[in-house]
């Protein structure tokens, strides 16, 4: 009698963007020997003519084209997926609310776990396939001795996301391959250019959020939330301040901002708050925008282990950001501190914290106001 041999599922559903990351993640899975699923994420975008950018710049109908071209040559299946009301749920709609609160949203983190890994990982499932993957530049590894998935900085520093991916957990690190991962971004290039696909030479890279441009972001608070003008205020000394202008909405700022409040004899920069007098409190002295510590709340650790000591870290309070040692201390009544080696600039609520050791993301928090 022969003995059955268990096939293993090499399966892996491959989000396409239609750009030149995702496009070449697949390449590499089909000569490793997976069975690979092109599927893009059909998502909405702001549909003014007030938004410069009419498409999303990572799902636009040419994208489309381009991914399913990609997957025609390869021999391998592609779905389409409408994920616009989930995208306006979890995305737009907290984004939103992030900027009622006077926060500064980071969509792409919510994204990532609440919707796009999450979708992904749905479909697989429904499509047998054991895995997932996307053209992010990390890595995913497994630690045998401590039974538990680590993201990994990716290789090239310049182009590592493993800020944008820190929020996920452990039940979807065992299912997510990261192929690019210990690649440079001048030899994924070298590896699209080799397989005959010259146009990524010249498609321009996704940036900013995908739902809505930069510039037109001020019309789209706008015609969400609307205008609530106040008083600009600086600071002259100790308990003196003074009003210099007038703003139509603190939402429509950011800590650390400078452009935009177009006050006379500047430059200004964006200090803070005084929400409950409605004011925009502004300075021209960049040392009044530095600090050391800063508070987190909504924590969450990838290995689900929450440090019951001080430990020493690297992070970042922006993504790009260099990482900056510091101290991370255990919770205190829902709450983390982290103290940095050095003062940071512009520490901006609503924005994610995100903490390493050494080329391991341990995960992030979203910063706080007070500490």
């Known amino acids: 009698m022969k003995r059955r041999v268990k096939k293993i599922n090499k399966k892996v559903m491959v989000g396409m963007s239609g750009g030149v990351d995702s496009s070449v993640a697949l390449i590499l899975l089909k000569k490793q020997g997976f069975e690979p699923m092109g599927i893009t994420l059909k998502l909405p975008v702001w549909g003014e003519k007030l938004n410069a950018r009419r498409d999303n710049v990572c799902y636009t109908p040419e994208s489309i084209k381009i991914a399913e071209a990609i997957c025609k040559k390869l021999q391998v299946p592609y779905f389409v997926i409408d994920a616009q009301k989930e995208f306006q749920k979890k995305v737009i709609d907290y984004f939103i609310k992030e900027l009622k609160k006077y926060h500064t949203p980071n969509p792409c983190i919510v994204c990532n ?167 925009l409190i502004v300075t021209k002295n960049k040392k009044e925008l530095l600090q050391k510590e800063v508070c987190i709340t909504n924590y969450h650790f990838i290995s689900d282990q929450i440090p019951k000591k001080k430990i020493k870290v690297k992070a970042r309070i922006r993504y790009r950001q260099k990482l900056v040692s510091a101290n991370l201390f255990p919770p205190k009544q829902g709450r983390i501190k982290i103290v940095f080696d050095k003062l940071l600039k512009a520490v901006t609520p609503g924005q994610f914290c995100v903490f390493y050791q050494k080329d391991i993301c341990l995960g992030s928090g979203i910063i706080r106001r007070k500490i």
């Open 113 to 279: 776990r609440q919707l796009k890994f999450k979708l992904l990982l749905e479909i697989a499932k429904k499509n047998q396939a054991k895995y997932v993957a996307t053209g992010h530049y990390a890595r995913v590894r497994l630690n045998k001795r401590a039974g538990l998935y680590e993201l990994l900085i990716g290789k090239d520093k310049n182009k590592d996301q493993s800020y944008s991916l820190s929020s996920l957990n452990q039940k979807q690190l065992a299912h997510i391959i990261l192929p690019l991962g210990n690649y440079q971004k001048k030899e994924v290039y070298q590896i699209a250019k080799k397989e005959g696909f010259l146009y990524f030479e010249k498609k321009k890279e996704s940036q900013n959020f995908c739902f809505v441009s930069n510039k037109a972001l001020p019309m789209f608070i706008a015609k969400n939330i609307g205008k609530k003008s106040g008083p600009i205020v600086e600071q002259v000394h100790y308990g003196v301040k003074k009003i210099i202008g007038e703003h139509n909405g603190l939402w429509f700022y950011t800590i650390g901002q400078r452009k935009g409040l177009n006050l006379p004899k500047g430059p200004y920069y964006v200090k803070g708050f005084d929400i409950s007098k409605n004011a």
